[in-house]
């Protein structure tokens, strides 16, 4: 099991850029891959971001291609998310995940541990 704990988001400027993190415990961060979710008040969660056990394979939703990397440091066993050109529409709770296999997925029911999440608001 692990445990998954996000950094604080916060209330940025549209245009701003901000920066999460996801600190890891427990079993062993490198035997995971990770996702980073959002969800907006009224909508499904989806996933933005995913990353697979080495970093060598990422995945990032149309919507966010571009501005938002997402990277891992499995020494440290943390996550992060750098969101940049930030929109309105980017404003949800952000949920990092991790998913009991070494490749990476893309939907919500893949993933078996989250963090309790964070709010992210971009105002215009």
């Known amino acids: 099991q692990v445990q998954l704990e996000e950094s604080e988001g916060g209330l940025v400027q549209e245009g701003g850029s901000l920066r999460l993190s996801c600190a890891a415990s427990g079993r062993t961060f490198s035997r995971y891959a990770m996702g980073w979710f959002r969800q907006a008040p009224g909508k499904e969660r989806e996933c933005v971001a995913a990353?697979?056990?080495?970093?060598?394979?990422?995945y990032y939703a149309d919507s966010v291609k571009g501005r938002f990397t997402i990277s891992r440091d499995n020494a440290k066993n943390t996550l992060y998310l750098q969101m940049n050109s930030l929109k309105p529409e980017d404003t949800a709770v952000y949920y990092c995940a991790a998913r009991s296999n070494y490749n990476l997925g893309y939907f919500r029911g893949e993933y078996d541990y989250w963090g309790q999440g964070t709010q992210v608001t971009v105002s215009s």
């Open positions: 990353i697979n056990w080495s970093a060598g394979n990422t």
